[in-house]
């Protein structure tokens, strides 16, 4: 199955930056992504869905869905599983060091509804 194409990922262009951000992570072509020199992450889209395969440790992981016009609670939702992977990758390999927390890959808006979630 082919990976996705610019045009389909133009909506996510925010939670792709959090991606590309992430310590030894790199983009090769758009939409899929490489910790260091191994594969970590691509996407897929097929009619109407689209999803991401990304590594959870050593292994390929399910699916995770990304659908197109996703609100900002799907793509938090779609970050912390990446997040999740990212770190069992670097764990199975060996690096912890460096490895971002959840808040990380947060969103300045996501971040203040979570402190306000806090104070109540």
Known sequence: ????????LRDVAKVLARIRAL?????RSPG?????STSFLHFHTKADRRWADA?????????IPLPFR??????AVFL??????YRLCEMSAG???GVPSNS???SGRAKKRRAAQRER
């Not at 199955?1 to 389909?8: E, I, K, P, S, V």
């Not at 899929?32 to 260091?36: D, E, S």
């Open 1 to 8: 199955m082919g990976h996705a194409r610019t045009g389909d």
């Open 23 to 27: 310590p030894g992570v790199t983009e």
């Open 32 to 36: 899929i992504f490489y910790i260091r």
């Open 55 to 63: 590594k959870a440790g050593n292994d390929w992981g399910s699916e």
């Open 70 to 75: 996703a609100g900002e609670k799907a793509k």
């Open 80 to 85: 912390r599983e990446v997040l999740a992977r």
């Open 95 to 97: 690096r912890t060091a």
């Open 104 to 106: 990380a890959l947060e």
